[in-house]
């Protein structure tokens, strides 16, 4: 595509010159006629080597060369503009190997370079002779160089001008508008081709105004006379719509623009415009009306102010906008400095910035949009975003600078960055916003060499407590618990919701480790342990719940926000175990714990390829002592750390993806483990837990469906369970996946049911066959004559779903007795049998095979 340069380089001058080549070689010939030179080039430079384009030798065109330019007199030449040599010139450059072979005595040079004064080729004269008058030719070989400049401008600027006029050409048939031209006097009318091919009229045939104003809509007829005749008597531009139908019957929109041109009598001449096509802009217009009104609202409250400078610095022009934002009349700022509407020190400073800019030519705020203050005329300071552009009119500077109130928007930023950065529930700050501010302190704990200290608080039983009074009961005393550690902890910690029912709380101080001596921790503890912030009102009763509490203290070349978070969980963890109200303060020993967690996370990212997973079954039983199922237990017995609990490797997995490819992995070996149970005859289901980022990745269904039938098992022998937890993390699509999955077959149960936040308005929309009640409630069965309420309503609640209860961890007879009285379905648990590894699981259904009718009687 054509790109406008004002002057020649290289690349075009090569050009100019090959083209111009019969010119040229004639206009050398003639100068060498005075001067007599052994050979006469015009040359281009080329990085460090330059190249003859014509070569006249014996006045003769010759084949052109190539040479470098170091250590030469044409390296010279092109630095200095003009230089000549009368004799001896190749003993002075003896680095010239070209004028060392041509034994050149003699040699004048002048560089050709172009209108910004960059030396683009080189005009030389070579003398195999030494030539003392060459000094006095010096003048007509510059004169001549000179020529031979302004001649390759030319050129240049006679291929860049037929460049624009096929440039026009081509942009009015892409812009489908033509121009026109009528002179009053002579009557005569000149149109663009592109005004024939709107009139769809043949360029062979003449087109007058009579013909083009019968292609008007005839009801545009009388409105074209009357805007025609305006322009005519009163010299009033107009720019109108017209409807048209071209020759060949075709009905078009035309925006018809015509102006006057004057003498300088200020009588009217000739009128001249321009008709362009716009019948597929109507088109849409038509299509989309009223989506255009509401378009062109918007558009017409864009309240943009445009401000006209020169380059000292004084407002010549200001658009309304620009009043109306900075509330001045248009006479109190045309003429005045724009520092005007700057506030100090920016106004002060404009001057300095201005005179810069002209002096280095290096802008600061020109071509780049910048947000700054500004000043309204009753003194207020308001925000906006500045952008500069330079122009030039009438060979004068000009800045132009649009600019946008956007105090309003700030304003909405900062409403926006509360939302986001404050709990809904409680009004405290929450996570996003102890992320920055303990990354903040982590900063500055760094540039002191000092240390931060951090908390992390949870409320124990939460879950069972939203179950037995209700979600809005739970987050109303979330409410109050806040609002009394909040008062509790003072100004000198901040307070944080960290999710659920989580608080971190941060020091807001860094300090050595010597000061943390003195901080009072026991106070601290007992300040948000204090039971008084947990005894709340529900109802008519007073309610006490319990928290647990984890601290530590960080160092920042030791510690990122990422691990603070770790560690902060891992004491809490630790706390917990010292619940009610634990607390647990990670001491330095504690800190080399969590490098066993780091580690444990980098090993899962390959742990389905080390060989070191195992599955563990443990059988479900009926009442009739019949093995219902088999729930499979993962197991990892690492190189590193022998064995390492589930309960310590499955919520590390969790936080990445590693616990997809261990689900992957397990599901794969129960799998393998229904395909005995088919061999042997049994129908004997086997249950998986599913993690909730398995569940809603992208292919999971997919890679069940592919796994079962490449299997060739019945995909009814394979449970998924699921945690309530695993449920609500989109229990949109947890439904969506569940519903397609069920229709293969599969079956689904969920596990540790009462735990978490279920509802059993969307639990009867689930396609489950069985809930597993946790093995916390069962635990507090002691005896089988006593009611246990939320054990009785689990069941109930299977019962009503029309689905199996599954007890998880009966441990004695009572347990089973009770529940077997309550109507419970399935046992599981080690009252009836232990995990077992493979080997024993395979003895296990090779009996179970061989005898059906021997059962064990738990009754």
């Avoid at 006490?544 to 004491?571: C, K, M, W």
Wanted: a negative charge.
């Amino acid at each position: 595509m054509f790109k406008y340069q004002k002057v020649f380089n290289e690349v075009s001058f090569r050009h100019i010159v090959e083209s111009q080549e019969t010119v040229l070689v004639k206009h050398l010939q003639e100068l060498n006629i005075d001067l007599n030179a052994g050979i006469l080039f015009l040359g281009v430079r080329d990085g460090k080597t330059a190249s003859t384009i014509i070569t006249i030798r014996e006045q003769k065109r010759v084949n052109n060369l190539t040479y470098n330019l170091e250590g030469s007199p044409c390296e010279q030449v092109l630095n200095d503009g003009v230089c000549c040599f009368p004799k001896d010139t190749a003993k002075l450059f003896p680095d010239d190997k070209t004028l060392l072979d041509l034994k050149v005595e003699g040699y004048i040079g002048s560089s050709i370079k172009n209108e910004a004064g960059d030396p683009i080729g080189i005009l030389v004269a070579l003398f195999f002779k030494p030539k003392s008058e060459l000094p006095i030719k010096l003048k007509i070989f510059d004169i001549f160089s000179n020529f031979i400049c302004t001649y390759i401008q030319k050129c240049h600027l006679d291929y860049q001008t037929n460049s624009h006029l096929s440039l026009f050409k081509e942009v009015e048939v892409i812009s489908k508008t033509g121009a026109w031209e009528y002179h009053i006097e002579t009557k005569q009318v000149f149109w663009t081709d592109e005004v024939y091919s709107i009139c769809q009229f043949s360029k062979d045939s003449k087109l007058t105004t009579k013909q083009v104003k019968c292609f008007f809509a005839e009801h545009e007829r009388k409105r074209v006379n009357e805007v025609v005749k305006s322009v005519l008597t009163n010299g009033k531009c107009f720019e109108e719509d017209f409807e048209f139908v071209d020759a060949k019957g075709i009905e078009k929109w035309l925006k018809v623009t015509c102006k006057p041109l004057m003498n300088d009598k200020g009588r009217i001449t000739s009128v001249y415009g321009a008709f362009e096509d716009i019948t597929k802009e109507k088109s849409l217009l038509l299509q989309e009306s009223e989506r255009s009104q509401k378009l062109d609202n918007i558009l017409n409250n864009i309240n943009e102010a445009v401000i006209t400078i020169c380059r000292s610095g004084v407002i010549q022009h200001v658009n309304q906008a620009a009043l109306s934002i900075f509330q001045y009349s248009a006479n109190e700022l045309i003429g005045q400095d724009i520092s005007k509407l700057m506030p100090e020190p920016y106004a002060f400073q404009h001057h300095h910035y201005m005179q810069s800019y002209e002096n280095t030519g290096v802008p600061k705020i020109i071509g780049v949009g910048r947000q700054l203050t500004a000043k309204r005329k009753n003194g207020d300071i308001f925000q906006i975003e500045l952008a500069i552009t330079q122009s030039f009119s009438l060979g004068e500077v000009q800045y132009i600078g649009v600019i946008r109130d956007i105090s309003e928007r700030i304003l909405a930023q900062d409403t926006i960055y509360n939302i986001a950065y404050t709990d809904k529930l409680t009004q405290l700050k929450n996570n996003q916003w102890f992320e920055k501010e303990c990354k903040d302190l982590l900063l500055l704990a760094s540039i002191k060499s000092q240390c931060i200290y951090a908390l992390m608080l949870n409320i124990d039983k939460m879950s069972q407590f939203n179950l037995q009074f209700g979600f809005e009961q739970g987050d109303r005393v979330l409410k109050q618990i806040a609002v009394n550690l909040g008062i509790a902890i003072g100004n000198d910690f901040n307070i944080y919701r960290y999710g659920g029912d989580s608080f971190v709380i941060l020091y807001n101080k860094v300090f050595t480790k010597d000061d943390f001596l003195k901080l009072n921790l026991n106070f601290i503890k007992t300040t948000l342990l204090d039971p008084q912030n947990y005894i709340l009102n529900v109802g008519d009763n007073d309610i006490v719940l319990t928290a647990s509490l984890g601290a530590a203290t960080f160092e920042p070349d030791r510690q990122s926000y990422e691990s603070i978070n770790h560690i902060l969980g891992h004491a809490l963890r630790s706390a917990k175990k010292h619940a009610p109200f634990g607390f647990h303060h990670i001491l330095e020993e504690g800190v080399e714990e969590f490098d066993r967690f780091v580690q444990l996370h980098k090993l899962l990212k390959s742990i389905t390829e080390s060989e070191e997973l195992s599955l563990a079954f443990q059988p479900q039983y009926t009442n009739t002592g019949e093995i219902n199922s088999f729930e499979t237990l993962i197991r990892w017995n690492s190189s590193v750390y022998g064995w390492v609990s589930p309960a310590e490797f499955i919520p590390l997995a969790e936080e990445t993806d590693a616990i997809i490819k261990i689900g992957d992995w397990v599901l794969a070996n129960a799998c393998m483990a229904i395909q005995e149970l088919m061999h042997l005859g049994l129908q004997t289901s086997v249950s998986v837990n599913i993690s909730a980022k398995q569940i809603v990745a992208a292919n999971f269904s997919d890679k069940l469906i592919d796994l079962v039938t490449e299997m060739k098992i019945s995909a009814n022998m394979l449970v998924l369970e699921l945690t309530e937890t695993a449920l609500i993390v989109d229990i949109a699509l947890v439904k969506q996946v569940m519903n397609e999955i069920s229709k293969h077959g599969f079956r689904f149960s969920i596990d540790d049911f009462g735990t978490g936040y279920s509802s059993l308005a969307y639990l009867k929309e689930l396609p489950i066959s069985e809930l597993k009640i946790d093995k916390y409630f069962i635990d507090d069965i002691e005896d089988s004559e006593n009611d246990y309420v939320i054990v009785d309503a689990i069941i109930d609640m299977a019962h009503a779903l029309g689905v199996n209860s599954v007890a998880e961890g009966v441990e004695t007879k009572e347990q089973y007795e009770y529940l077997k009285r309550k109507n419970c379905n399935i046992y599981q648990g080690y009252y009836f049998s232990k995990p077992v590894d493979i080997q024993t699981w395979r003895e296990m259904i090779a009996i179970e095979s061989n005898s059906h009718e021997n059962r064990p009687d738990f009754s």
